[in-house]
């Protein structure tokens, strides 16, 4: 498992990004309460060998277009503190008067580093079962660059189940939400000046951005409000180490994977094949090159989403690529573990704090799910700019003397059925 990431988000300040922001929008423009309660979910369970039912919160997470649904939560409704799984568990969505029961071959997931205790960093987990064909897109949105801000004095919201619901009104929604202020943000948790309820283990702290409901951090510890103060909640934050673990632990990861170009679609079978060229990094210098083959090859990537929208947001899914160290890597750079496209440059380095052209889309032809173009979103939307490389200047006299690099690397505009050599991408095993 990865690193945290190196720079503490209390000294990080988003106008050091040395590649112009994108300019995000605040508000919940594209937001509807009665679609967020859809998105969380009560959890019913029993644990330490007793019938005796507990609750929970749970919410969805949304990725769109994938097989299944992730419904993140606290660990310890998951588990009790020996690391047992809690029985009889079942979810009951807003509204809903039957639970499903999560049975295998459902099986939760603990975050590893979660021991039992309190510990607010590391106690979370996740459902993850299979979603049908006619399933809509459901859940809060994320982002991976919020876990590296400074969100102390940002409003923030919690949204849960209470564990009781008799003797209230009938027209009395079940999902509570309060708001207050982020009093503290560190590199793994969250603390925040917002009152809570037993039964709101779980539930998803989240604020505006890009105009959707962003989760910023899983709740799991808290008091409620007193007539003297206001109540208070901890969280595990939202941020590079929680999300390699969800997508790896359901299969949205893609784990040491070369960056190789392909043929683009347009070629026909008969025409000569595609160079073998792959994106490389070079322990000593800034700006990564193309490489042939994969002998003396040993840059690979983890791969994984970085930020997606709610379903009420027509936005894209944004992915980062994360640098894999090879063990003679220079200390000066185990910092640097984020690939940074520069656009405007038209080059590809690595940084070690995630900026806005750390993150572009993988888009996909129609025709072939398992090829795609790295694709970046300019301020004009209509601006689509995508990764162009070949071999051309790596000829094969120089690759007889053992020079298997090349420096063909630049961003083009993307036009529909515009042919570069090559624009088209897929993944590379490297095998020792």
């Known amino acids: 498992m990865a690193d945290d990431g190196a720079l503490n988000p ?48 749970g919410f969805y997470l949304n990725l769109p277009g994938a097989s299944y649904h992730i419904i993140l939560t606290a660990a310890h409704n998951l588990v009790d503190k020996k690391g047992n799984f809690s029985k009889n568990l079942s979810i009951q969505g807003y509204g809903d008067r039957e639970t499903r029961p999560i049975q295998p071959p459902i099986q939760p997931l603990v975050f590893p580093r979660y021991t039992g205790q309190t510990d607010p960093q590391s106690d979370y987990g996740l459902i993850k079962f299979p979603r049908h064909s006619d399933d809509s897109d459901n859940g809060f949105g994320f982002a991976l660059s919020l876990g590296y801000e400074n969100l102390r004095g940002e409003e923030l919201h919690v949204s849960g189940y209470a564990p009781h619901e008799t003797g209230r009104a009938a027209n009395q929604p079940s999902v509570y939400t309060n708001t207050g202020k982020c009093s503290r943000a560190s590199t793994n948790q969250l603390d925040y000046k917002i009152p809570t309820e037993k039964g709101w283990s779980g539930s998803p702290v989240y604020m505006a951005y890009n105009g959707h409901e962003t989760v910023v951090a899983i709740h799991n510890n808290g008091e409620p409000g007193t007539g003297t103060g206001t109540g208070t909640g901890k969280g595990a934050r939202v941020n590079a180490r929680m999300l390699e673990w969800i997508f790896d632990s359901t299969g949205a990861l893609h784990r040491n994977k070369a960056l190789r170009a392909v043929a683009s679609l347009a070629k026909k079978p008969a025409v000569e094949p595609a160079d073998p060229v792959c994106l490389h990094f070079l322990p000593h210098e800034k700006y990564a090159c193309t490489h042939w083959g994969t002998e003396g090859l040993n840059t690979t990537f983890n791969v994984f989403p970085a930020y997606a929208p709610t379903p009420l947001v027509s936005a894209s899914t944004l992915y980062v690529f994360q640098h894999v160290q090879p063990l003679d890597w220079p200390g000066e750079r185990r910092t640097e573990k984020w690939v940074l496209w520069d656009v405007i440059g038209g080059g590809v380095t690595l940084t070690d704090t995630p900026q806005r052209f750390c ?45 298997f690099d090349g420096s063909r690397i630049e961003f083009r505009k993307y036009k529909k059925g515009k042919d570069y050599k090559y624009y088209t991408f897929d993944w590379e095993e490297l095998h020792e």
């Not at 994108?22 to 967020?36: D, F, I, P, V």
């Open 10 to 57: 209390l000294m990080w300040d988003r106008s050091w990004s040395q590649l112009p922001a994108k300019q995000e929008t605040g508000g919940l423009k594209g937001s509807k309460a009665q679609s967020r309660e859809n998105w969380v979910v009560k959890l019913r369970f029993s644990q330490a060998g007793t019938d005796e039912e507990k609750v929970g919160t």
């Open 359 to 403: 993150f572009p889309r993988l888009k996909e032809p129609r025709k072939a799910r398992r090829i795609f173009m790295v694709v970046f979103e300019m301020d004009n939307a209509d601006d689509l700019q995508c990764l162009v490389m070949n071999g051309d200047d790596i000829s094969e006299l120089d690759r007889r003397m053992g020079d």
